[in-house]
Structure formats: structure tokens, C-alpha cells
């Protein structure tokens, strides 16, 4: 088979991590080649690379024999490279044709003008969704369209841009079974055709049934390629695993079985069913860790247990009493906080100092007429954030610094900061280490060690397991909406964990 | 940016953020005192200067807090002539003028009311919400008035409207004390400080506990009860309430609240700086007047004003 793409050695450095070390990756013609790891392993670097979003720092891209030390975004279009991102990129206010088209509409001559040829975009619109098997007229807008239906345009699009190698991110992450089914159709059919695949998942029994070889990545690094008729399920965990944890922060001879229970989720359902009756326990001294695929509704639990978004069906319990939360502030107010996933959404104010930032929670909790009455003190403002700033080491010359002048590190500080200040009992952790550096990241897992040994409720979603083995006493492995499985520490492995959340409804686990 | 030095020494960006616009007010006194001595230092252009503004500053202090949560009302126009023209229907029907003047307050209340519930049950920008309130209120008020000014208003409002204590006029007192009670608000009480996170995030609001639908009801209530009270003071000045009154008057309040430094994506801004902000525009049109620029070219002037104070601020404060 004839090689379209290949990279070599190709190092990615951002500003204190290095993305990429070294990568090798070919794509042969009429070929799906899988990119698999763990979230950040390098993938979408890798990708964005061959798309020219990003520089690579070094290392060589040859295509067609033509080497180039980077790509810009047109040299990868010109080169015949697609990429269908998980958001896909196309315009909803357009026909199904313009989409196609876009960019590079066919043109026919008016008097002195010239105008869209909208029959000639039909026609060869047509033929290309003949390809991708989708019927529907290119006169309908996109918005029109199912999810899946959109998908498939995109690849039309990669079709009529005559692209050679396409690459699709995570494409079957929001498709049903059916649909999974009828791309993998449309993929065959483009190996067919000659093109090369590159295909990016997570949900292994999809690569073994669609792949021909396989790359694994791990944090940054190359780990090997495989061709997949060679190797089982279990080799590939067995690639994706392996990080070295350099550091276990449970304490070895603690039974917190004995310890009382301090908080309660039972029979939590919500009505988009992206939660299903969970249930769990937490007790005193004990940190719960969530894992899971992204999407499996670990997040989506947690929103709901503060009751930043509805639930349909559940009881919540502190220190066994039972709680209302019906609001954020209602959840606050009995002493739950969270310290969300994205900070710079939903976690701090830009426009505040630091002291202005952790001051937000007191203020709020302790104000009564839901949430607006009271005073501020200046002084309660100053006293709250230097204790924070001295607990927590947050590095600032000022608590009157902006928040958005810190460091990844020091703006999770501030940010768990102002729910200490206001006194929570239970602690919420959304991907608590996402864009933080290694040492600030240890920083942190002490922080939220102790904070358990305190008599703090500690609660953590992450998407890196070796985050969760190292800093969690259970870990509840979250799939489709339910736990599927808890984890003492002791016996959880990354192994067992990747297991459980990817085996398809019907394996057993 | 700002310093990182460790003594945090006033920089220009920062100096400027604090005094720009007072500074902008004084080099425009400064303009208007070399250009026309003569009229200039006589107390009555201060005063004038002073009730002139008043209405707009009212107006502006509303206006500024619809724009801290980013967003903003285009109804505070309509809201002024409604509320004045229920206030003077009353005044003329017998109504004490004290009584009047509260209700006419509480209307102006009402219809920032509306406009929250509105805005909060559709999800729609405020933008969307006030541009059709904004016709709504104004037809309303042309239908009780029967599209004719009102006027013949009790001697003792009329009388006390007109007054001045230490040349000061009874208008520019009560803008004085309406920013001073909002500039507390703004400063000291909780309520202010949670507008400002909202305006500021939103998602992070929300996370934080603050009742976002509440909060941006209060703000179009203050809003009302701001453009009720340039209702009043409007009326004590023309002494009749007309029904194309104060028509157009949120651009200038708009362009108080942004001249003043008020983030059009919300959660930036002060009190003191809208008070300025509606004190330049009322220097500029004054000195146009004084120095006979005729009224067209005048909103000529007024716009690139705007512009250019906007621009000036973003340049020299290196703000995004």
C-alpha cells in the first residue's frame, strides 16, 4: 500500500510541557489507522499538526515525497488532508451543496457579474452524497439535519475538497449504535476508494471491529503501532497503561469503612437520562474519585448534586440529614461547593481581584433573602483572602492582583479558596488538575488529602487515571449514566478501570 | 498590562482609569473658560451646566447598571415620559404633588419590572426586550395623554423644583444624592458586588450561588426607578409633561455610562465615573451652545465624541 502521510519524529513543546516527543505516524492509502490514548496523550496535537493549527518544534512532515518542516492550514487543504472535528464545522445556515462548496463555490457569468451556480452545486452535490450514502436533497439546509446526518456531510466535504487522508476526532462519540454502523459503512467504502483514515477513539471494541493498524500515544510519547489483526483488546489496554505514578497520597493502614457516612447521593436520576439512578457513599476521611469516559455523565451527576442543572429523581444527604438543592445557592447554603471543570467559564470573575474573587462565597452564603441582602465588610474581604492566600500558598504580591494575572496552579487555589472561605463540607473537584503544571498538580493532591484528613467531603472527576489511583481511597467507574463498578484502592489498576469503563452493554465485567 | 512591581506604584493606565474622565471634564472647563471668559465665570453657567445634566446623569445611573450585567435598556426614554406623564395626570387631578411625585417613582419601578420579567422569561437580550418596551411604553404614554401635553401643575411643585440651596438647583441635588445612595450599593452592600459578578461571568455566577434572574430583575428596577425620578425632574424643568418627551435620551445616557468608563461586556464601571461621564456630555453641549454651534453640527460633534473618547480611553488604558 501506497504511503500518503508520513511524520517523523515530530517534537511539539508549548510554553512548560512538552506535547509531542518524537512521534512517528504514516498513513497508508486505503488504510484506518487508529490514534489511541488517554485524554492528553497528544492525540489531537498530533492532528493539529498535520492541519497546520499547530507549529510542530521539530521533525518532518513528507507527503507525496514533498517534505515540509511545518504545515500552514492551506498547505494541508491543498495537500488533500481533511479533519472532521468532534464540533463539526459545518455552517447550519446553509444548503447541504454550500457546505460542500464553500470556499470555492462554481461560479457562471451574469452580464458583468458573476454568481453562484447553484445547479452545478446540486449536481456534483449529489453525486457526492451518493458516497457517503446520505439521501437528501442539497437544497436542505444543514440545520435540518441529525447529528449523524451532519457528519456525513462533513465527510461529503472532505469528498469534495478531494481530500486524500481524512481525519475524524472521536466520530462516534455522540452517535447511536445504528448510526455507528452506517459510518462505518461509509468508512469502508472510502478504504475502498483508496483514501486513508485516521481514526481517533476511545471505545475499543469500535477500533478492533473498524481498524486495520493501531498507534498508541501516552503522555506525549510514542508507544508503539500495531497491526490490529495481530493483537487483542487486552494488548491494547495494556499499551495505553503503564504511567509511572510517582506518588500515592492515600494513607495505607486507614479503614475508613469504620468511619460515619458524611454524605449520601441515593436513586439520582435526571430527565435527559444522562444520569441513572446513582447512588453513593462517602464517608469521613475518604476521597470518592469518578471515572469514566468524557460523556458517561460524571459531570453531568455532579451539576446536578449542586443543583446547577434539574434533576428528575434522587436524595441527597449530609452528615445523613437530607438536603434540598435546588439552585446552587440552596446547595450552598448547606455547605456543598464545586470547583468546576472549566475555570475560566464557570470558576473565577476576570474582572475581580483575588480578594474580590474568594470574597464572592462568604458574602453569598451569608447573606440572606436569596443572596442579596447584607453589607460587604472590607475587612471579613482582607481577613478571608490573606488566610486563603496562607493556607493554600497561593503565589500573588497582593491579594489585590487580577485572577486572570495567576498562573493555571494559583488560579485553582483561588478558586478553591473562596469555597474554604465560605466553609463547605463537601467538595466537588471537576477535572481539578486540567491545564495545571506538574507541580502545582502535587500541590494540589496534598491539598486535597488534607482537606479529607480534616473531615472534609472530597469528591473528584478526572479523566486521568493516574490522577485518581494516586489520590483516591474508591473509585466509582462511571458508563452510560450509571456506575458500574466501585474500586477500593487497594485493588483498583488502570487495567481493570479502562475495562470498565469501555466494555460495550453487553460484555460482562 | 498591569505592574508586577512589588510596591504597586500608580501607573498612567491605572492613574488614567481613576481620573481620565474627571481629567477630560476639567481640560473641556478649561477650553470653554479660555474661549468665553466673559460667560464662563458667572455662577449661572455653573448652574446651568448642573440642571441640565441632571436629567441625563439620572438617567445614566439606571442605564449603567443594565450595562454592567452586559446588557441594556433602550426603554429609560419611554420610561421618563411615561412616568412624567402619569406623575403630571395626577398632579392635575388633584393629586398632592408628594404623592404624585412616589407614584410616579413607583411607576417608573413598575415598568423596569417589566422589562426584567421580560427579560427573564423569554431569555432574550435585553437589547431585544427594551427596543420593543421602549415603543410600548412610548405608545402607552401617547394613549393616556391622548397624544397632548399636560401641564398646570401645583404652584408649591413648581416652586420647589425651581429652587436653588447655595446656587446649587433642587435637580442636580437629587442626581447628587441618587449616585451617592447608588454608589453605595455599588460599593458596600452585597447585592452590588454580586451585579458586578454577574456582569462579569455569568456561568461563574451562577456556580457561585448568585440568582441571576433576580439579580437582573433588580437591575432593571433600579434602572426604572432612576429614569422615574429624571421624570420628575424633567417636569419641574419644563413644567409640562409632553408625550414625545425625553425622546432619544438613552444615547446620551448610554454614551454617560461608556464616556464614564462602563464596560460594554459588563462587570466594569463606577458611579463616579457615569457622574462624569453625563457631566462632559452636558459641558459639550453647553459649550456648543455658548459658542454657537448650530444644532446639527452639534450631533455631529456629540457622535465623534463618543467615538473618541471610547477610543482614547481603550488606547491609552491598553484595555481590551
Known amino acids: ?509 | 498590562m498591569p505592574t508586577k512591581t512589588k510596591e504597586r506604584e500608580l501607573t498612567f493606565s491605572q492613574a488614567w482609569q481613576r481620573y481620565g474622565t474627571l481629567g477630560i471634564l476639567v481640560l473641556l472647563l478649561v477650553i470653554l473658560a479660555i474661549l468665553r471668559p466673559s460667560f464662563f465665570f458667572k455662577t449661572s453657567t455653573i448652574t446651568q451646566i448642573l440642571s441640565q445634566s441632571s436629567v441625563n446623569i439620572l438617567i445614566a445611573l439606571g442605564e449603567f447598571f443594565a450595562i454592567l450585567i452586559a446588557g441594556i435598556d433602550l426603554s429609560v426614554g419611554s420610561v421618563v415620559a411615561l412616568s412624567g406623564m402619569f406623575m403630571a395626570k395626577l398632579m392635575v387631578s388633584g393629586t398632592s404633588p408628594i404623592a404624585a411625585v412616589l407614584l410616579g417613582v413607583l411607576m417608573g419601578a413598575l415598568l423596569g419590572f417589566i422589562n426584567g420579567i421580560l427579560v427573564n422569561s423569554t431569555g432574550l437580550h435585553p437589547f431585544i426586550i427594551t427596543l420593543g418596551t421602549q415603543a410600548i411604553f412610548r405608545g402607552v404614554t401617547l394613549i393616556i395623554s391622548d397624544s397632548s401635553a399636560v401641564f398646570g401643575f401645583p404652584a408649591s411643585f413648581s416652586r420647589f423644583m425651581a429652587q436653588r440651596i447655595f446656587y446649587v438647583p433642587v435637580a442636580a441635588i437629587i442626581a447628587i444624592a441618587v449616585a451617592l445612595i447608588l454608589a453605595f450599593l455599588t460599593k458596600q452592600t452585597k447585592l452590588g458586588r454580586n451585579i458586578y459578578a454577574l456582569g462579569g461571568n455569568r456561568e461563574s455566577a451562577w456556580y457561585s450561588g448568585i440568582n441571576i434572574k433576580l439579580h437582573t430583575l433588580i437591575v432593571f428596577v433600579i434602572s426604572g426607578i432612576c429614569a422615574g425620578i429624571a421624570g420628575v425632574v424633567l417636569l419641574g424643568r419644563v413644567g409640562s409633561a409632553e408625550p414625545a418627551a425625553a425622546t432619544g435620551f438613552e444615547t446620551y445616557a448610554i454614551a454617560a455610562a461608556i464616556i464614564g468608563g462602563t464596560s460594554f461586556f459588563g462587570g466594569k464601571g463606577k458611579i463616579f465615573g457615569v457622574v462624569m461621564g453625563g457631566l462632559i456630555i452636558g459641558v459639550i453641549n453647553f459649550g456648543m451652545n455658548l459658542l454657537s454651534v448650530s444644532s446639527t453640527l452639534q450631533q455631529v460633534v456629540m457622535g465623534a465624541l463618543i467615538i473618541g473618547s471610547v477610543t482614547l480611553d481603550r488606547f491609552v488604558a491598553g484595555r481590551k
Not at chain 1, 195 to 217: A, C, N, W
Request: negative net charge; aromatic residues 6%.
Open chain 1, 1 to 509: 500500500m501506497k504511503t500518503l502521510v508520513e511524520m517523523k519524529n515530530v517534537v511539539k513543546k508549548f510554553p512548560g510541557v512538552t506535547a509531542l516527543d518524537g512521534i512517528s505516524f504514516d498513513i497508508r492509502s486505503g488504510e484506518v489507522h487508529v490514534l489511541l490514548g488517554e485524554n492528553g496523550a497528544g492525540k489531537s496535537t498530533l492532528m493539529k499538526i498535520l492541519s497546520g493549527v499547530h507549529k510542530p518544534t521539530s521533525g518532518e512532515i513528507i507527503i507525496d515525497g514533498k517534505a515540509f518542516d511545518h504545515l500552514t492550514p492551506h498547505d494541508s487543504y491543498k495537500n488533500g488532508i481533511s479533519v472532521i472535528y468532534q464540533e463539526l464545522s459545518v455552517i447550519n445556515e446553509l444548503s447541504i451543496g454550500e457546505n460542500l462548496f464553500i470556499g470555492r463555490l462554481p461560479m457562471k457569468k451574469l452580464g458583468f457579474f458573476e454568481t453562484v451556480d447553484h445547479s452545478e452545486i446540486n449536481k456534483r452535490a449529489r453525486e457526492i452524497l451518493e458516497t457517503v450514502g446520505l439521501n437528501r436533497d442539497p437544497k436542505t439546509a444543514v440545520e435540518e439535519l441529525s447529528i449523524s446526518e451532519k457528519q456525513q456531510v462533513e465527510i461529503a466535504k472532505a469528498l469534495a475538497a478531494d481530500s486524500k487522508v481524512i481525519i475524524m476526532d472521536e466520530p462516534t462519540a455522540s452517535l447511536t449504535n445504528s448510526e455507528v454502523e452506517s459510518l462505518f459503512k461509509i468508512i469502508r467504502r472510502l478504504k475502498r476508494d483508496g483514501k486513508g483514515i485516521v481514526f481517533i477513539s476511545h471505545k475499543l471494541g469500535e477500533i478492533m471491529e473498524i481498524g486495520d493498524r493501531v498507534t498508541v500515544l501516552k503522555d506525549g510519547g510514542y508507544v508503539g503501532t500495531k497491526n490490529i489483526s495481530q493483537i487483542t483488546q487486552d494488548d491494547l489496554v495494556t499499551m495505553m497503561v503503564g504511567r509511572q505514578i510517582s506518588k500515592n497520597y492515600q494513607h495505607d493502614t486507614f479503614d475508613f469503612e469504620n468511619e460515619p457516612v458524611i454524605f449520601e447521593v441515593a436513586n439520582l436520576s435526571r430527565k435527559d437520562n444522562k444520569v441513572r439512578d446513582v447512588s453513593f457513599k462517602l464517608h469521613k476521611g475518604e476521597i470518592l474519585g469518578f471515572s469514566g469516559l468524557v460523556g458517561s455523565g460524571r459531570s453531568e451527576m455532579m451539576n446536578a448534586i449542586f443543583g446547577a442543572e434539574p434533576k428528575s429523581a434522587g436524595r441527597i444527604f449530609i452528615d445523613g440529614e437530607e438536603i434540598k438543592t435546588s439552585s446552587p445557592y440552596s446547595a450552598i447554603k448547606k455547605g456543598l461547593a464545586m470547583v468546576t471543570e472549566n475555570r475560566r467559564e464557570t470558576g473565577f470573575f476576570h474582572n475581580f481581584d483575588i480578594a474580590e474573587n474568594i470574597s464572592v462565597l462568604p458574602f453569598v452564603k451569608t447573606s440572606g433573602a436569596g443572596g442579596i441582602s447584607g453589607l460587604v465588610s472590607k475587612k471579613d474581604e482582607a481577613q478571608w483572602a490573606d488566610e486563603q492566600k496562607e493556607k493554600l500558598n497561593i503565589k500573588c504580591y497582593s491579594t489585590k492582583q487580577l485572577v486572570s494575572e495567576l498562573s493555571g496552579g494559583n488560579q485553582q487555589k483561588v478558586i478553591l479558596g473562596k469555597w474554604l472561605a465560605a466553609d463547605s463540607k463537601i467538595i466537588i473537584f471537576d477535572e481539578p488538575t486540567k491545564g495545571i503544571d506538574v507541580g502545582s498538580k502535587s500541590e494540589i493532591y496534598s491539598l486535597m488529602r488534607r482537606l479529607a484528613d480534616e473531615g472534609k467531603g472530597v469528591l473528584v472527576v478526572s479523566s486521568e487515571l493516574p490522577e485518581l489511583l494516586s489520590i483516591c481511597d474508591t473509585i466509582a467507574v462511571f458508563r452510560e449514566g450509571k456506575i458500574v463498578k466501585f474500586f477500593n484502592h487497594r485493588e483498583a489498576t488502570e487495567e481493570n478501570i479502562i475495562h470498565a469503563s469501555t466494555a460495550q452493554e453487553s460484555e460482562e465485567i
